[in-house]
Nanobody, 122 residues
């Protein structure tokens, strides 16, 4: 089972990026798959967006109206379209299966990729 994230880069504030999460060895469509962000100097893996097996999505308030998640079952890939990027969006983005944590928050599961760096400059 492998997840590979790509599409990160350096972009100015207000710009856009599309991240891709490609899976091998299992079908993404059978799981809730999410994007998480690890900010610079912070060990916390913050939930950003998810899409579950039914296609229902959920996201953190700070990205509502700016980010969108989608899934291409034929390509076994989940995408995160990020518009109007802000400096605070900077971090290492990785995709993972999604579990519910002890605080009833979304946390990464055991299927996770290595991440792709997104840097937003002011």
């Amino acid at each position: 089972f492998q997840l590979q994230a790509s599409g990160g880069g350096l972009v100015q504030a207000g710009g856009s990026l599309t991240l891709s999460c490609a899976a091998s060895g299992f079908s993404l469509a059978r799981y809730a798959i999410g994007w998480f962000r690890q900010a610079p100097g912070n060990e916390r893996e913050a939930f950003v967006y998810l899409i579950n097996s039914s296609g229902t999505t959920d996201c953190v308030d700070s990205v509502k109206g700016r980010f969108a998640i989608s899934r291409d079952n034929a390509k076994n890939t989940v995408y995160l379209r990020m518009n109007d990027l802000k400096v605070d969006d900077t971090g290492l983005y990785f995709c993972a299966s999604v579990n519910i944590g002890v605080d009833l928050d979304y946390v990464p599961g055991d299927r996770r990729g290595q991440g792709t760096q997104v840097t937003v400059s002011s």
